[in-house]
T-cell receptor, first 110, second 113 residues
Framework: RKEVEQDPGPFNVPEGATVAFNCTYS??????FFWYRQDCRKEPKLLMS???SGNEDGRFTAQLNRASQYISLLIRDSKLSDSATYLC???????????FGTGTSLTVIP | DVKVTQSSRYLVKRTGEKVFLECVQD?????MFWYRQDPGLGLRLIYF???????EKGDIPEGYSVSREKKERFSLILESASTNQTSMYLC????????????FGDGTRLSIL
């Protein structure tokens, strides 16, 4: 079983829509969670860390559900510039490794 | 802001050549990582280093080696390049442990002919 799994999509949504992605992880001892954004042929860039209490940054909200072992990313009022691949990243409570999902592709349509 | 710099954005080499990819970070980060990214496979860890001269194999170390002689620099070496090593290579660093996010370089798109 993979450490981290994401629905690859693609998600095609109109401008202004709300879209949500989920990411499941297999190691219940995981302690750190992140969402990255990756544009085509570019490097991943940190979008936000995910905290146990959930966190919000403008139009973006991240949630952690430890009982069901998933994290989510909600994007409200989608913009054309939100079109990208979104990667979830999970790290266990020991060691130095990070585990990446394969990414979810989002296209926001005018 | 953390700056992670990879030596080349695009590189074309021939089969059998020895290839060096360099990565430098400017934030005194303890941990550095090399990944490759291929369509449908996501990021796969090749090697990481948690201190100078220390290294750990990742998931796909075969055909690669690394060097970390100074804290700020982490080099990836393809001992004898092969066509199946054509990929996007990404370097990342983090302060220490895995509770801090990774910061990535721009990536090197390597083609082996």
């Amino acid at each position: 079983r993979k450490e981290v799994e994401q629905d690859p999509g693609p998600f095609n949504v109109p401008e202004g829509a709300t879209v949500a992605f989920n990411c499941t992880y297999s190691n219940s001892a995981s302690q750190s969670f992140f969402w990255y954004r990756q544009d085509c042929r570019k490097e991943p860039k940190l979008l936000m860390s995910v905290y146990s209490s959930g966190n919000e940054d403008g139009r973006f909200t991240a949630q952690l559900n430890r009982a069901s072992q998933y994290i989510s990313l909600l994007i409200r009022d989608s913009k054309l510039s939100d079109s990208a691949t979104y990667l979830c990243v999970v790290a266990p409570n020991t060691g130095n490794q990070f585990y990446f999902g394969t990414g979810t592709s989002l296209t926001v349509i005018p | 802001d953390v700056k992670v710099t990879q030596s080349s954005r695009y590189l074309v080499k021939r089969t059998g050549e020895k290839v060096f990819l360099e990565c430098v970070q400017d934030m005194d980060h303890e941990n550095m990582f090399w990944y490759r990214q291929d369509p449908g496979l996501g990021l796969r860890l090749i090697y990481f280093s948690y201190d100078v001269k220390m290294k750990e194999k990742g998931d796909i170390p075969e055909g690669y080696s690394v060097s970390r002689e100074k804290k700020e620099r982490f080099s990836l070496i393809l001992e004898s390049a092969s066509t199946n090593q054509t990929s996007m290579y990404l370097c990342a660093s983090t302060l220490g442990g895995n509770y801090q996010p990774q910061h990535f370089g721009d990536g090197t798109r390597l083609s082996i002919l």
